[in-house]
């Protein structure tokens, strides 16, 4: 079955931070959620380590969790770009930074940032928030995306789900986005969105894991009708389960050939093309 997956993937859905921020995460799943975390890699061996497994180019994000934290780290995203052949960022924004969105413009100037990562969990903001409404005006006009963490599976806040993501796609209904975990746990809600939302799209990581809090739920019918609209995201390394797990759990579901060839492949290249030519 594994030989349906393509022999050079895209992940989508990586996460990369400093090594202090990484130890400070993995403590906060271990204290909080009861997760432990069995892919400890830093940065640099987590790219190493997804290289080895023919990851041929990985879409990573980080988020600035309070106000101030975004420049340094943006900092340190470009000199790890810079580093790394083939890497591509979400980058960090708050809306309580003074020069946020200055910052933001100067992100986008490097050719290898596809956008900013949004995760309304954490940061504790909402979507329609008009404090980000020029950060959404600028990625439509600098033609990038922007990656939601809006679900609210496996834990959420009174910040996210599809209640508060939907009067943000009516406002601006032209806005490239990216929804992380399939928009779990409303997985048909999300899934009925893509259809008014052309350039919405939605990636796979942490659904398809056994017995995991995550978990998709509908027929296979919504993965295969909707090939050209998903990614494969692996949430690397943050993971409580092996990474194979959730590829092998792909193609267990026996789906055409054309699916595994779009979401693991073509439809992140076609991205790539669009927003990082």
């Not at 022999?7 to 400070?24: G, K, R, Y």
């Not at 997760?35 to 380590?49: A, P, R």
């Not at 006009?141 to 834990?155: M, T």
Request: proline residues 5%; glycine residues 4%.
């Amino acid at each position: 079955m594994l030989s349906l997956i393509p022999s050079q993937i895209i992940d989508f859905h990586v996460h990369l931070f400093p090594d202090h921020l990484f130890d400070a995460i993995w403590k906060f799943f271990s204290e909080q959620y009861k997760w432990q975390v069995i892919h400890k890699k830093y940065s640099q061996q987590s790219i190493d380590y997804l290289k080895s497994k023919d990851v041929s180019r990985i879409i990573y994000s980080n988020y600035a969790h309070k106000k101030g934290v975004a420049k340094s780290l943006n900092e340190w995203n470009i000199d790890l770009l810079n580093r790394n052949k083939n890497l591509y960022c979400f980058a960090a924004f708050h809306p309580d930074d003074e020069d946020g969105l200055q910052m933001a413009k100067s992100m986008l100037d490097h050719p290898r940032v596809i956008g900013f990562k949004l995760h309304y969990l954490v940061q504790n903001f909402y979507p329609t928030d008009e404090r980000l409404f020029p950060l959404y005006e600028t990625v439509i006009e600098r033609n990038k995306r922007i990656l939601f963490h809006v679900g609210n599976g496996p834990v959420g806040n009174e910040f996210v789900g599809y209640k508060n993501f939907v009067p943000l796609l009516r406002r601006y209904p032209q806005l490239p986005v990216n929804v992380a975990h399939l928009g779990g746990n409303e997985f048909k809600l999300f899934f009925d969105l893509l259809q008014d939302h052309k350039n919405m799209m939605m990636d796979t990581a942490f659904c398809f894991l056994h017995n995991a809090e995550l978990s998709f739920n509908l027929s296979s019918a919504y993965l295969e009708d909707n090939k050209d609209r998903l990614l494969y995201g692996s949430d690397f390394p943050n993971l409580i389960y092996p990474r194979s797990e959730e590829i092998e759990t792909l193609a267990e579901l026996k789906l055409s050939k054309a699916f595994y060839e779009r979401v693991f492949w073509e439809n992140g290249l076609r991205l790539l093309d669009e927003h990082c030519p």
